[in-house]
């Protein structure tokens, strides 16, 4: 399922416009972005949690010329499920 499909879907199951489904749901991940990118944790209890992880530098190796090379850290968006979420889907 895509963003399109899933805007369809909240269509058909409330009281709203498509604009206004595409709007609430842009906000939504929107927001989510914003504050896992500003190093919070969003929790929607049941279905998940949003994060962002530190990964720590390491050495790698160019596949090209075999040289070793210094990767830095970063930081990375994870996904941790939801007690509900993962039940449902084990269903």
């Known amino acids: 399922m895509n963003k399109g499909e899933l805007i369809n879907k909240i269509v058909e199951k409330t009281n709203v416009s498509k604009k206004e489904a595409d709007l609430v749901l842009t906000t939504i991940l929107e927001t989510i972005v914003d504050t896992v990118s500003s190093g919070e944790k969003v929790t929607l209890v049941g279905f998940g949690s949003f994060e962002a992880r530190e990964r ?7 596949p090209r010329t075999g040289e070793t090379i210094a990767i830095p850290p970063s930081r990375l968006p994870a996904f941790s499920v939801g007690k509900f979420f993962k039940n449902r889907v084990n269903e």
């Open 56 to 62: 720590k530098g390491r050495r790698g190796r160019n």
